[in-house]
């Protein structure tokens, strides 16, 4: 597992249960005042508690500046009410079962839900003394008021199977068990923590792993928080249900997950579902539990980043490396490394597998270290992104194929020193793709073309002088991150030769005394005409013409 190293856990107070039970006991109630309306380090100041002032829990906000269920988007589940179809454990049915059977039955109205609400956020103020703790708000409504209301709120990792016929996860080791009870008609609220385990020594003494185990972890005023409304809410100020509500009807809670070392902020280890449970009043918080509400979440969980990589003109990236870094910039910690594939996907070399998973939320850096030949990365590299809880994000990066550019010179054979001869020609490169440019050179004889993919061009003067004879094509090898601003392209230097015009006469000395044909070459044949007189001329000849040109004249006397 990849892991961002962050903030510690603070201050937890634990306490081990000593005596092994030998029946289902409670728990020594000690009861703990609430003291303030918001937790510390809650980033929205959600008011989770019973507020200073007016001592009560609420769905409204009740300091300026703060935040209630009025003001935050929750979570809304409602549940069957006073139905024999509403979901339940088993009556009698233990905690200390991996799968609690689930079934539909009727449940005393003090106990049974009808909305359930929660919200959860994160610190991610890096200056925060509780920055990456997770925050997880609560309520439930019930069918009828219970002030002294007891509840259960499961938080269940999800790495086992479902249980039998149900969406019920199957409970693994470090599942929690978080019992909630409101004392003293919901004024003051005490909170215990039990752990899931599969070796060790039960909560209830006569039990065996796997079990709700016997550390149990109580929870003081800093880390939870909950409270229940002594008056009445009025439709207005229940966005929950939108109903009238009597005192002692709704419950609330905050629970700062990392400070109760529930949640590892330096670990992604998180949680996929909660379950709510109600209890009877005073009731243990490991038997006797009524009604239940499964809810999937996403607590903590861990994230992963998946990278592609494409040439601009689809050529191969294959031994292209990208390096993870964690933080904003390529100054952090080196997570690890990846390397593209043949497909493009980068991945661990040796296991063929995506490695950037198991991340911790938080601030991370891609940048790509190692490029193939012939590409400039992706201008967006190094690119910054930061994870939340249970994020999967792909990424794909283009990287630029660089080009190169082609240098043509131009010069004439001209032997009169007194005058210049003419350079401006027009020239077409075909490239390696196949695509075809058009330049022209300027009066000193010079040309660039830029932009062209490496590999072999060809160099074509299309549009030679008056007078003069096209140069021979020319193959050159473009090298890529090369420019015309710079002027080291590749060179392809042509020289132009003046064409030559031949005229070829017959002149019958005695007019119509004889006829005669002229031909040259694949020129038309001439004939002469009435007088014998005549001649053919042929225009524009090439240099170096294999076996120059043969000239025939046929006299006929």
Excluded at 184 to 203: I, Q, Y
Excluded at 208 to 224: F, K, N, R
Excluded at 228 to 245: K, R, T
Excluded at 538 to 555: H, K, Y
Aim: hydrophobic share 35%.
């Amino acid at each position: 597992m990849i892991r961002i190293l962050g903030q510690t856990g603070r201050r937890r107070r634990l306490a081990l249960l000593g005596t092994i039970f030998t029946t289902i006991t409670l728990l020594a109630v000690i009861v703990v005042p609430s003291a303030q309306a918001v937790l510390p380090g809650s980033p929205s100041k959600f008011e989770s508690g019973n507020d200073p002032t007016l001592g009560l829990g609420n769905m409204v906000v009740n300091t300026t500046g703060n935040n209630d269920w009025a003001t935050v988007s929750f979570t809304d589940l409602t549940d069957a009410a006073a139905s024999n179809s509403d979901d339940s454990f088993e009556p009698g049915s233990k905690q200390d079962t991996a799968c609690p059977v689930v079934e539909g039955h009727k449940n005393p109205p003090k106990d049974d839900f009808t909305d359930i609400a929660s919200y959860i956020e994160k610190n991610t103020d890096a200056a925060s003394p509780f920055f990456g703790d997770t925050y997880l708000y609560g309520a439930t409504i019930r069918y009828a008021a219970n002030g002294n209301a007891s509840e259960n709120i499961e938080l269940n990792q999800g790495t086992g199977p479902l249980c039998p016929g149900s969406t019920l996860e199957s409970r693994v080791e470090g599942d929690k068990l978080i019992a909630i009870d409101y004392l003293g008609g919901g004024k003051a609220v005490e909170f215990h923590v039990l752990t899931w385990v599969t070796t060790g020594a039960c909560f209830v003494g006569n039990h065996t792993a796997p079990c709700w185990g016997a550390t149990v972890l109580t929870l003081d005023p800093d880390e939870a928080e909950g409270g229940v409304n002594n008056v009445d809410i009025s439709a207005a100020d229940n966005p929950i249900s939108g109903v009238f509500l009597k005192a002692g009807q709704f419950a609330e809670f905050g629970i700062n997950l990392a400070a109760a070392g529930i949640v590892d902020p330096d670990s992604c280890v998180g949680f996929t579902q909660i379950v709510w449970e109600s209890r009877s009043a005073g009731s243990s918080f490991v038997s006797s539990t009524k009604d239940i509400k499964i809810q999937p979440v996403n607590i903590n969980s861990c994230a992963s980043v998946s990278v592609r990589k494409v040439g601009s003109d689809g050529g191969s990236q294959a031994g292209a490396i990208f390096t993870l870094y964690e933080g904003t910039g390529i100054l952090g910690t080196v997570v690890g490394t990846c390397t593209v594939d043949a497909n493009g996907d980068c991945v661990d070399p040796n296991t063929g597998l995506n490695p950037f998973i198991g991340l911790n939320p938080g601030p991370y850096t891609l940048d790509e270290t190692n490029t193939p030949a012939g590409y400039d990365k992706d201008p967006n590299l190094p690119f910054s992104f930061t994870l939340a809880d249970g994020d999967n994000l792909s990424f794909e990066f283009t990287n630029v194929l660089q080009t190169g550019a082609i240098r043509i010179a131009k010069t004439a054979k001209h032997a009169d020193p007194d005058s210049s001869p003419n350079l401006e020609a027009g020239f077409t490169v075909t490239d390696v793709d196949g695509g075809t440019h058009s330049v022209s050179t300027d009066a000193t004889g010079n040309a660039c073309v830029d932009g062209l993919p490496p590999g072999d061009a060809t160099v074509s003067e299309t549009g030679p002088p008056t007078g003069y004879s096209a140069g021979a094509d020319q193959t050159v090898t473009v090298l890529g991150n090369t420019t015309c601003t710079g002027a080291d392209g590749v060179l392809a230097s042509f020289e132009n030769i003046p064409l030559t015009n031949i005229t070829v006469s017959v002149d019958s000395q005695v007019d119509g005394g004889t006829s005669s044909t002229i031909t040259c070459g694949s020129e038309p044949t001439v004939t002469t005409d009435p007088n014998g007189d005549g001649s053919l001329t042929v225009n524009d000849l090439e240099p170096n013409v294999p076996d120059g040109i043969v000239c025939t004249i046929v006299i006929d006397p």
